[in-house]
């Protein structure tokens, strides 16, 4: 059981053929959370440039984010994100203020994808010890 509650990495690289079918929808450009090996947009940013202190108004965002407790300052990025489209994809933590104050608000037309199964980030042979989703903001 201690793998389902592990933080040895809250890096987690999103699988490439995932991200291409999210792509063909929405024609990503910017990744906020990359490195030069993962980036999956042209434009993206770095630990080093800190995504959370760039712009990300009217882009349309594919945000893989941080896994560990520092998730709920992206979300609120994607939240308050201006005249754009940010797409996270995300543990489905359900139990989370993060997700009730940002996600799962009345007000906002935020569309929640619940992925079916458990996807295989990186290059690992196991699947995640968690399940994902795919949330829209459309700002």
């Not at 893989?64 to 489905?92: D, H, S, T």
Request: net charge positive.
């Amino acid at each position: 059981m201690n793998v389902h509650f592990s933080s040895n990495t809250d890096q987690w690289s999103t699988p490439q053929d995932f991200f291409d079918k999210l792509n063909e929808r929405f024609n990503f450009t910017l990744d906020p959370c990359a490195d030069k090996e993962n980036a999956k947009c042209k434009k993206f940013f770095t630990k080093e440039d800190d995504g959370l202190k760039q712009s990300w108004d009217n882009e349309i965002v594919f945000c893989n984010p941080p896994y560990g407790r520092v998730i709920k300052e992206w979300v609120k990025k994607a939240y308050y994100a201006k005249g754009g489209i940010v797409v996270m994809l995300m543990p489905a933590r359900t139990d989370t203020k993060y997700f009730h104050d940002f996600i799962y608000k009345n007000e906002r037309d935020n569309e929640i994808e619940f992925i079916k199964g458990r996807l295989k980030f990186g290059d690992s042979k196991n699947s995640a010890p968690f399940p994902s989703m795919i949330v829209v903001f459309r700002n």
